[in-house]
């Protein structure tokens, strides 16, 4: 089952604009990270922020997260045509298996020049 | 060079058939992981294995085999293949206990016809 849901599915904006994607989720975590994926490539880790934290910063990324309403925001401002991507949530919750990232299903992302 | 490298990128297939997927990463990780991501682009945990142990393996047919020859490799090996195995396939490794983030490789993108 998917621990993260998206939301917005998909996302258009002009460039400059900023884009905030959110990511709800179900259990407790240790931490919630967001990855980049462009077409046909792998995901790349963007930012990760603990569960102890509320709102992190990492030049143009701006992440919240709301541990009392299992949510979370990735903002992008002054987006730009290379932006263009899908943007994925991940939860990392620890068992004692160790931790394990689970995937939200993602907000596709374009930015029209 | 290349932090997590998975070989091949493309694998088309007849059903029946035998097929296997390799995985290597050079950043010292302790822990490897197999995920599928489908045509909806949702990604789901199939394997993970830490130190020659699987720790995780998420309702995926025993078909699908995971190989390790040693912590730098994690190889998938997938017997009798089937149309709805057709998907992307993506390795990653991580540190187990440091609920930090995965590094990716650029996925294997496998079609069964």
């Not at chain 2, 950043?27 to 020659?52: A, E, P, V």
């Amino acid at each position: 089952s998917q621990q993260g849901e998206e939301d917005p599915q998909a996302l258009s904006i002009q460039e400059g604009e900023n884009a905030t994607m959110n990511c709800s989720y179900k259990t407790s975590i240790n931490n919630l990270q967001w990855y980049r994926q462009n077409s046909g490539r792998g995901l790349v880790h963007l930012i990760l922020i603990r569960s102890n934290e509320r709102e992190k910063h990492s030049g143009r990324l701006r992440v919240t997260l709301d541990t009392s309403k299992k949510s979370s925001s990735l903002l992008i401002t002054a987006s730009r045509a290379a932006d263009t991507a899908s943007y994925f949530c991940a939860t990392d919750a620890y068992n004692n298996a160790g931790n394990m990232l689970t995937f939200g299903g993602g907000t596709r992302l374009m930015v029209k020049p | 060079d290349t932090a997590v490298s998975q070989t091949p990128k493309y694998l088309v297939t007849q059903m029946g058939n035998d097929k296997s997927i390799k995985c290597e990463q050079n950043l010292g990780h302790d822990t490897m992981y197999w995920y599928k991501q489908d045509s909806k682009k949702f990604l789901k945990i199939m394997f993970s294995y830490n130190n020659k142990e699987l720790i995780i393996n998420e309702t995926v047919p025993n078909r699908f085999s995971p190989k390790s020859p040693d912590k730098a490799h994690l190889n998938l090996h997938i017997n009798s293949l089937e149309l709805g195995d057709s998907a992307v396939y993506f390795c990653a490794s991580s540190y187990r206990d440091s609920g930090g983030s995965y590094t990716f490789g650029s996925g294997t993108r496998l079609t069964v016809v």
